[in-house]
């Protein structure tokens, strides 16, 4: 863990363009103020982020999505502090916890070599109740991809002999930050950079468009009644948990003065023009309720 320790490097590994700002913005520009270098993994191309109703879903309007998501979130990075956004480009809506894409995420933790990780549930929650919109396939799919490149492939070098040829030496993720667990339990001090990732979202144009500020608002609401729960202005809460042996971890941590949460799972954001989609509608029903939890 020491030498985990001195290497200030943390992977955010998500399914779409937006989600890293969604989940963990505040938490991600607090890491960055405080020198940890930050890189993104986007598992998924973004290609499916037009409107629900739009009539035009062909390969160059597949295409021309694609490419304003990644420039809003290279955009969205700059604002947080990110050194870098890796776009691994499946297609955007079919992503599966593959082989493939496990080997991918292997490769790139070995390369950085991250200390931390933030990634999405692999779960969904039935807790009070089960709400629909707040779990998109493709966030569990990368949730359980990028648990599963963790451990044990990263650190096992048995695990992708080819990339051991490539150089790669095996690599311990040291802690993992889940965002959108169905259990939190453990909360990230935001209070600072609540205004950056207010501003990270805002990046993210074609996604949230003209609703921004209900949405801000909804999101100072939801941030500072978490804080309120762990006696800080604003917070973004998270299920983190220790790379470390069954019996080794200590048992449920609290909210640490750095920490912060947000359980939000994002259900997919929505399009701004073209009127109120049915995937904003739900979205902001998901988030209107998360904030009652
Ligand atoms: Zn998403």
């Not at 520009?29 to 009539?55: L, M, S």
């Not at 599966?96 to 995420?105: S, V």
Request: charged share 25%; net charge negative; proline share 7%.
């Amino acid at each position: 863990m020491s030498e985990q320790e001195q290497n200030k490097v943390a992977m955010v590994i998500v399914a779409h363009p937006d989600d890293a700002e969604f989940g963990a913005g505040g938490t991600i520009a607090a890491w960055a103020r405080e020198g940890w270098d930050v890189y993104y993994v986007i598992c998924t191309d973004g290609a499916g982020g037009g409107p629900d109703n739009a009539e035009d879903v062909g390969p160059a309007a597949r295409r021309a999505i694609s490419e304003t998501r990644k420039r809003e979130q290279r955009a969205a990075c700059e604002v947080l502090g990110v050194k870098d956004a890796i776009f691994l480009d499946y297609p955007d809506g079919q992503l599966q916890p593959t082989i493939e894409l496990r080997r991918g995420l292997v490769r790139l933790l070995r390369r950085y070599r991250p200390t931390r990780v933030i990634c999405q549930s692999p779960d969904r929650s039935w807790s009070p109740t089960f709400i629909i919109p707040r779990f998109h396939p493709d966030h569990l799919a990368a949730g359980q991809a990028a648990l599963a490149a963790i451990y044990p492939a990263s650190q096992n070098g048995w695990d992708f002999p080819e990339l051991l040829e490539e150089g790669l030496l095996p690599h311990k993720v040291g802690e993992v930050y889940f965002t959108g667990a169905p259990v939190m339990n453990y909360a990230v001090d935001i209070s600072e950079t609540f205004d950056l990732k207010i501003a990270a979202l805002r990046a993210h144009a074609s996604q949230l468009g003209d609703r921004f500020a209900e949405l801000e608002k909804m999101f100072r609401t939801r941030s500072a009644e978490l804080g309120a729960k762990y006696g800080m202005a604003y917070a973004e809460e998270f299920h983190r948990s220790e790379n470390q042996p069954p019996g080794a971890a200590a048992a449920t941590s609290t909210s640490s003065p750095e920490a912060t949460q947000e359980s939000l799972a994002p259900p997919r954001p929505l399009a701004p023009t073209r009127g109120a989609t049915t995937r904003w509608r739900e979205f902001m029903i998901a988030l209107a309720f998360t904030a009652i939890l």
